[in-house]
């Protein structure tokens, strides 16, 4: 069964509307293994007068949904579908106008601690036993699980954001990180993405360089390993 004329695997309507670029902003909690915060989403309709988003979700909870006008935030309406194992959740969003155009929405949200595409490791389970560890897999949709989105490669977005995690620890995303200060690191990606290719990672982590433009981040305790792994790529 095909969830829409896309991508079987997704039920966006991919080809109403467009998400474009993505901001993020995102807060890492270990003891409840969840990320919160928000999803501005940057729309481009692909045919006049749309009325409704479909996008993908599995297990998130969503506290609001806003659309940004210049009088300000719009509340918006919306369902979420029963979930359906391994695809997660129709979501879909109202709009309060046939609306063609840009637009932007705001969403507010948790993830669940079981979300697919989160690995979550205890002190005890990392190489240096003193700090636990997050790491994602988006690949091939779950992405849906992090974030309300069009998860299919059909659609690219860039991205920004800003990860807050614990002081101690270092947060890396797939993208160019800007600058980083005490439990907070502020990320950019100009190059329009899948989403199966967002990324996170949270821990204690220490950087080799092996190239003149590549790095090599591991745990201090697998540095030299993993530096000599990639050493010819």
């Known amino acids: 069964m095909r969830l829409s004329p896309i991508d079987p695997s997704s039920y966006s309507n991919a080809h109403e509307l467009i998400i474009r670029h993505v901001d993020l902003d995102w807060t890492v909690n270990f003891e409840k293994s969840t990320i919160s915060g928000s999803a501005t989403l940057y729309f481009k309709t692909l045919k006049d007068d749309v009325e409704e988003i479909f996008l993908d979700a599995s297990e998130l909870s969503i506290a609001s949904m806003a659309i940004k006008g210049s009088a300000g935030e719009i509340p918006l309406n919306w369902d979420v579908g029963g979930h359906v194992d391994n695809i997660g959740s129709k979501l879909t969003v109202y709009l309060p106008t046939k609306t063609s155009g840009e637009f932007v929405v705001v969403v507010e949200y948790e993830t669940d601690p079981k979300a697919s595409a989160l690995q979550w ?6 190489c240096g036993k003193q700090h636990p560890y997050l790491f994602s897999q988006c690949q091939a949709i779950h992405a849906r699980s992090i974030v309300p989105c069009q998860d299919t490669p059909a659609v690219k977005f860039t991205y920004n954001a800003t990860l807050r995690h614990p002081v101690g620890v270092t947060g890396l ?17 100009k190059t329009p993405i899948p989403s199966y290719l967002l990324a996170i990672v949270v821990g204690a982590l220490v950087e080799r360089q092996i ?5 090599v981040w591991a745990e201090q305790e697998q540095i030299d390993e993993s530096a000599e792994e990639f050493s010819q790529t």
């Open 173 to 189: 995303m797939s993208a160019v990180r800007k600058r980083s200060e005490a439990g907070v690191s502020y990320f950019e990606q």
């Open 121 to 126: 490791l205890t002190a005890a389970q990392t």
């Open 211 to 215: 190239g003149p433009i590549s790095s």
